[in-house]
T-cell receptor
Framework: GENVEQHPSTLSVQEGDSAVIKCTYS??????FPWYKQELGKGPQLIID?????GEKKDQRIAVTLNKTAKHFSLHITETQPEDSAVYFC?????????FGKGTRLSVIA | DTAVSQTPKYLVTQMGNDKSIKCEQN?????MYWYKQDSKKFLKIMFS???????INETVPNRFSPKSPDKAHLNLHINSLELGDSAVYFC??????????????FGSGTRLTVV
């Protein structure tokens, strides 16, 4: 089955700096790669997703890149703000329900 | 107007008891899920239902029994609760018929504590 690895597990950045979170997946049948943000006491919220026929997608300060050959995908957050502090999860899906990475706790220091 | 709602939000119970968690979605989605999030925040799929029909059961003990009376509802009943069942349980839904590669909407979770 699918296995998703996510790094780093924790990340601290200064406000205004960029943050990058990286994931790898194992199943070449996976074709959908969403990213979720989870704030304390809340459910995961979809922030951006990418499909396997696209290499990069951007939405304001967040962007996701996908390298199908290497089975890597990454989340980039620019101009980080304190409200970006949360746990971020990558996930992958193809023929099975979403398999999640173990999460990255992002702290943005004002 | 909550898209995926779960009740209760918190559940504290003794070992050996039986409890249920309810989930409802008003998004018109065909597929619903239960995920378990452990103390280390790891999210793991438990079940997936499509239009009231069970399609995925990820080797969950048979003490856990999901029930879907209609495509907008997916409830989770747990018998003979054990300490290791303590976790946050999330319900989610997604569009598409028997496909999993669309954005999932999650509920706010039910924190189950077994004492």
């Amino acid at each position: 089955g699918e296995n998703v690895e996510q790094h780093p597990s924790t990340l601290s950045v200064q406000e205004g700096d960029s943050a990058v979170i990286k994931c790898t997946y194992s199943d070449s049948a996976s074709n959908y790669f969403p990213w979720y943000k989870q704030e304390l006491g809340k459910g995961p919220q979809l922030i951006i997703d990418i499909r396997s026929n696209v290499g990069e997608k951007k939405d304001q300060r967040i962007a996701v890149t996908l390298n199908k050959t290497a089975k890597h995908f990454s989340l980039h957050i620019t101009e980080t703000q304190p409200e970006d502090s949360a746990v971020y999860f990558c996930a992958a899906s193809g023929n099975t329900p979403l398999v999640f990475g173990k999460g990255t706790r992002l702290s943005v220091i004002a | 107007d909550t898209a995926v709602s779960q009740t209760p939000k918190y559940l504290v119970t003794q070992m050996g008891n039986d409890k249920s968690i309810k989930c409802e979605q008003n998004l018109g989605h065909d597929t619903m899920y239960w995920y378990k999030q452990d103390s280390k925040k790891f999210l793991k799929i438990m079940f997936s239902y499509n239009n009231k029909e069970l399609i995925i059961n990820e080797t969950v003990p048979n003490r856990f029994s999901p029930k879907s009376p209609d495509k907008a509802h997916l409830n989770l009943h747990i018998n003979s609760l054990e300490l290791g069942d303590s976790a946050v349980y999330f319900c989610a839904s997604s569009p598409g018929h028997q496909v999993f590669n669309y954005g999932y909407t999650f509920g706010s979770g039910t924190r189950l504590t077994v004492v």
